[in-house]
């Protein structure tokens, strides 16, 4: 089951090649170019997309191109191509533009890669401190595939949990963070993600790795095939939990950041209320575990 949610960048672009496929299709038949029609390609579970590791970024790649030569009787790079070229016309003609968060490059392979725009994440991230996921504004189910995990300690997650909640409750008692989540009506304190110049506030491994693993677990939730083995949701949420201690150990959020740089301090505790949000989730819904405010 793939969703299109706001939440997982996986789902959108799983979505978002499957239109510059048929596009592509569209294209090949109309100019009858080729004497066999490609054959058609129509599940989405099979569209192959990789998180991958970069500094400063949040990153894709895709072999659906590899895929498809066999098939369709082209070379990786050229289908890689034609694609590309049908994500920008998409990217054009669509009304909420949701295509134009990926930026797109090749490589000579065929391997098509796919960088999240700082603008997009800042989004993305805002969109995430203003929702609980545990009663999502959206109401989406979430992956058909969980399973509880009862036999190991949860004390990690657990803490990290915790420690999210203190930190935001002296975010919110220093005014620099809403915590308490508004009505539809009302104005929520807006997160300073982006500096003047449009890029992201931060600039530390350890804030980049979180944000990876937060990417990672919604990408978890939300975008799990049937075919897909069942999600040891503990390790997930351990994974999480690791690297938000990570950045809490290299990230300073009062003392002098808070005196000489207030908006990273207020974005860092914005990662913070994300993580807690996200934690919390993975106790209760898929370890059916308690999620301490507390230790």
């Known amino acids: 089951m793939i969703i299109l949610t706001k939440y997982s960048f996986k789902c959108q672009l799983i979505h978002f090649i499957q239109k510059a496929i048929n596009l592509y299709q569209q294209r090949l038949a109309f100019s009858g170019g080729y004497k066999n029609q490609p054959e058609s390609w129509q599940n989405v579970e099979t569209i192959p997309v990789n998180q991958t590791r970069g500094r400063g970024t949040v990153e894709y790649k895709s072999a659906i191109a590899l895929k498809l030569a066999p098939l369709w009787q082209q070379s990786a790079i050229d289908i890689a191509t034609e694609l590309a070229k049908c994500w920008m ?124 693993q937060i990417a990672f677990t919604l990408d978890r939730i939300y975008c799990i095939s049937e075919s897909q083995k069942v999600v040891t949701w503990e390790k997930v949420a351990n994974k999480l939990s690791a690297a938000f201690q990570n950045f809490y150990s290299g990230c300073r959020i009062w003392g002098e950041v808070k005196v000489e740089t207030p908006k990273l301090a207020q974005a860092r505790l914005g990662l913070v209320l994300v993580t807690r949000s996200i934690l919390r989730f993975l106790l209760e819904k898929r370890l059916s575990s308690e999620a301490p405010v507390e230790f």
């Open 89 to 212: 016309d998409i990217v054009n003609t669509e009304a909420d533009g949701d295509a134009g968060n990926f930026q797109v490059e090749l490589i000579s392979s065929g391997i098509i890669f796919f960088k999240i725009t700082d603008l997009s994440i800042a989004k993305w991230l805002d969109d995430l401190s203003s929702a609980d996921l545990i009663i999502g504004p959206e109401n989406l189910p979430v992956s058909i595939n969980s399973r509880s995990v009862t036999s190991t300690t949860l004390f990690n997650i657990q803490y990290s949990h915790a420690r999210c909640c203190s930190l935001l409750r002296m975010g919110e008692s220093d005014r620099l963070i809403t915590v308490t989540l508004k009505p539809e009506n009302e104005t929520q304190n807006s997160i300073p993600w982006q500096q003047e110049n449009e890029k992201l506030q931060f600039s530390n491994d350890a804030e980049y790795e979180l944000i990876y």
